[in-house]
Each structure stands twice: as C-alpha cells, then as structure tokens.
C-alpha cells in the first residue's frame, strides 16, 4: 500500500514564525502536492511538483514556498504565518491521475 | 478554480438505505474520480470512471457518467454508519511533464444514523 507520512497531526504556531510542513512517501512517485482545505472553499492546490528540485505554483501560492531535495520528500513552507493560513493541510503524491493523501496537518497561527 | 461541484452538500439518511451524490463539471475530462474523507483525515481514493465508461461498480459502489450532461453520479447502496464521511469528485488536468492536476469540489458530507 501506498503511504504518505506528514511529520505532524496538529501544529500551533505564532503569527511570524517560520513554519515547516513535511511530507514523505514510500512509492518513489513522481508527482507530489501541498493542498489546504477550509470549510465552505474545498481542496485548493498550493504547489506541486513533478520531479526532484522541479515544482510549480498552484492556485494559491502566495505566503507560501515548498522544497523538493529527495524525490520522497516534499516540503511546504511559511515563510512568516499569518493568522490567514490556520487551515488544514494535506499532502499527495501520484503516479499517473490517482492522488494518495497523508492524514493531514491541522495548523493553528495563534 | 473549481471544476467539480457536488450535490448536495449534506446529506442524512439512516443505515440501510441508499445515498445518492452528484457532480458536475465545466470541461471535458478523459476520466472522474470519487474520494472519501473521514472527519479530520486525508482523502482516500475509490473509483476512477474514464470518460467512454457509462457505468462503473466496486463493492457497494456504483458510478455513472453522462459526458453529454457533464455529470456524475456516485451511489453507495446499503448504507453503513462506518460510510459517514465526506465524497468529492476529482477531474484532471493535465499539467505537463506527465504529470496531472485534479481539482475537487467542494464535497458531499453524508451522515449515516445508526
């Protein structure tokens, strides 16, 4: 079975801190996704990647970058959180259309 | 930008009976996805249709697509408490490098009573 692994479930951090998300798979997939999900909006795609050091801004990007070293790992970060970005954020990777999630990061921006 | 849209978006019904959810989508698509996710956890995937499939069925799982209609349905029949969760349809896009998109709607939350 696939497995997606984010380093935390849940997260609080203060406004201004450097945040870092992290997700590893264990399928050497490809494809990898930082998403955020708010209720009333949906999944939205913050950045993907297609390959090591390769990624590319999705629909929202802005306050965030990501880092793609190892093909197994992919990083989301914030630069400086904002009270804006208290949201649940989920990871994927994906060989081909099926995307595998992790179990998701819930962050607090205290 | 939002591709699937699901109806409706909350759903109740008790254990036993069938749930009905429908999507619907902007632009063609060479297949429609279906995941679940349980409250406060990732999505999990459950069916893939292409786009020349009318019909597809997995387990209690029975989905169709009305290309046509730019619509999907996803039916789970003999309900289960263990079936509360969210349902989102998924339509891809394709991004380059071989690699694919998907966009989700916003989700159907089915609640099943025991």
């Known amino acids: 079975d696939v497995k997606v692994t984010q380093s935390s479930r849940y997260l609080v951090k203060r406004t201004g801190e450097k945040v870092f998300l992290e997700c590893v798979q264990d399928m050497d997939h490809e494809n990898m996704f930082w998403y955020r999900q708010d209720p009333g909006l949906g999944l939205r795609l913050i950045y993907f990647?297609?390959?090591?050091?390769?990624?590319e801004k999705g629909d929202i990007p802005e306050g965030y970058s990501v880092s793609r070293e190892k093909k197994e790992r992919f990083s989301l970060i914030l630069e400086s959180a904002s009270t804006n970005q208290t949201s649940m954020y989920l990871c994927?990777?994906?060989?081909?259309?099926?995307?595998?999630f992790g179990a998701g990061t819930r962050l607090s921006v205290l | 930008s939002q591709q699937g849209e699901e109806d409706p978006q909350a759903l109740s019904i008790q254990e036993g009976e069938n749930a009905t959810m429908n999507c619907s989508y902007k632009t063609s698509i060479n297949n429609l996805q279906w995941y679940r996710q349980n409250s406060g956890r990732g999505l999990v995937h459950l069916i893939l249709?292409?786009?020349?499939?009318r019909e597809k069925h997995s387990g209690r799982l029975r989905v169709t697509l009305d290309t046509s209609k730019k619509s999907s349905s996803l039916l789970i029949t003999a309900s289960r408490a263990a079936d509360t969760a969210s349902y989102f349809c998924a339509t891809p896009s394709y991004s380059g490098a071989g690699s694919y998109q998907l966009t989700f709607g916003k989700g159907t939350k089915l609640s099943v009573i025991p």
């Open positions: 249709i292409r786009s020349n499939e």
């Open positions: 990647s297609y390959d090591v050091k390769m990624k």
């Open positions: 994927a990777s994906s060989l081909g259309n099926i995307q595998y």
